[in-house]
């Protein structure tokens, strides 16, 4: 199962580390799951670490962005995707790599806690992206067991 995280999820996954994180971490530690990633997804994260209220230090941060891209595959082709299946368009214009990171890679999950995205759910069900928050994924998974 391929899937893309949000920035959101991997601030509540390195920084906080989020209980409701705990069966996407089993997951990839028992190789059930690829986290799809690239550059312009992991700039953001490189950013967003940065922010004062996460009060990080630089090994932190460097130990969060190592710990991040130890676990990931990296999705930086670019691949040419048939336009009649065209992507919403997000509220947010940076959140848009995210969903154009989760069609290009296939990714069966976008994985988010935000609400610009979340508002997207029907119209990237109907192009085979699945989009929720992790406690969503975790519950889908145990349904379908």
Excluded at 63 to 92: F, G, I, Q, W, Y
């Amino acid at each position: 199962m391929r899937l893309v995280l949000d920035t959101n999820v991997w601030v509540d996954w390195l920084v906080f580390d989020d209980p409701s994180i705990a069966p996407l971490k089993v997951a990839q530690q028992a190789r059930q799951v690829d986290i799809v990633v690239n550059e312009p997804c992991l700039q953001e994260l490189r950013r967003v670490l940065t922010y004062p209220q996460f009060a990080l230090t630089s090994t932190q941060r460097a130990d969060h962005l190592e710990a991040a891209e130890r676990m990931v595959v990296r999705h930086d082709d670019a691949l040419s995707v048939s336009r009649h299946n065209a992507l919403p368009k997000c509220h947010d214009p940076d959140d848009q790599k995210f969903l154009e990171l989760a069609r290009a890679a296939s990714a069966d999950w976008l994985l988010t806690r935000d609400k610009a995205l979340l508002r997207l759910r029907r119209r990237l069900l109907a192009l085979g992206i699945r989009l929720g928050s992790p406690a969503d994924w975790s519950t889908a998974l145990l349904r379908a067991s």
